[in-house]
DNA sequence: TTCTAAAGTCAACATGGTTGACATGAGATG
DNA sequence: CATCTCATGTCAACCATGTTGACTTTAGAA
């Protein structure tokens, strides 16, 4: 299970700290990055990539979202989410039908396929994350989430 | 200084959790966000993005480093280094100069406007991150560098 | 019937990354 | 000296992800 650093042609760097709060800089990029590696990994063995798995992850949790709305939570225009949003329609990992009371929006739901693919790749990254959690303990996990909310909530 | 969800188009979704550690995972996105918002929307203005950045930050942190390690450390191309470093050395943010004892190396430097530009985008970041450390304390921030670490060296 | 909002589509473009192929510059070795 | 090798530089082709602008289609509302 012991990946090398090499693996990815990326390793932590050990460089020089200008500032106290180097540490956390670099902490956020290798964590980013390590906690999307292997979700990363899987998606592109299924032909997906990242901006796929977004929109099966909101869609996976809100059932019948309509299009407008999928486009606000991700924050991208309608034009960038066409692309993926069509090649999961026709890889029928999700599906699409009109509203019978409002027949303007389309309602995007996942099909079995589309809800293995959002199990699977969200499960990578919850892997991970138990991982880290289990490794600090709990009074750790509270910390990390406090943090994460006061970042997340600055913008 | 309160920002409103919306200037961004993006805003954290109140998704339903179809598992535990969702939360987790939601954090992390908008976490990543949140830190590289406001360095992002320097970076702009400057007519720079996130790799110039990275460059900056690296070399900064390891004055006269050549130029494989640099790409080493990136985990990207020498191709895909290539572009915004050129620009960087164009702009004179960077000196490359050939070492004495090892010619083949270029070895890279910041110029007083490279650090300049350096600073001002990392400290950003490192503002959000203080925020953040400040508002849950010195137990918190022990915390989330533990789960962070975790993460990170998960690759 | 006409207005309007949601969705879909098309074109042009920027950026950041990839591979592959090849050139150059300079130290190392026969 | 000649050649090998390695770090670097450069060019071309390509792909994915995003942008803006312009336009069409669809269908509910006025």
């Not at 592109?44 to 979202?65: M, N, T």
């Not at 709305?69 to 924050?75: D, K, N, P, R, S």
């Not at 599906?95 to 027949?103: D, G, L």
């Amino acid at each position: 299970m012991a990946k090398t650093s090499h693996a990815t042609g990326l390793h932590r760097a050990s460089l020089a700290k200008l500032n106290e709060l180097d540490a956390a800089l670099e902490l956020m990029y290798y964590g980013w990055r390590g906690m999307t590696l292997e979700a990363d990994a899987y998606l592109a063995k299924q032909g997906l990539s990242r901006p796929h798995h977004r929109i099966l992850y909101v869609v996976a949790r809100r059932p019948d979202i309509a299009i407008g709305a999928l486009i606000e939570i991700l924050g991208i225009s309608k034009q960038a989410v066409n692309r993926p949003l069509n090649l999961l329609l026709e890889r029928k990992l999700l599906t699409s039908k009109r509203s019978p009371e409002q027949h303007r929006s389309k309602l995007l739901r996942l099909t079995e396929a589309g809800r293995r693919v959002e199990q699977r790749a969200s499960d990578h990254e919850r892997n991970v994350m138990r991982e880290a959690f289990d490794r600090v303990g709990a009074s750790g996990a509270a910390g990390w989430m406090g943090v994460m909310e006061a970042i997340a909530d600055n913008n």
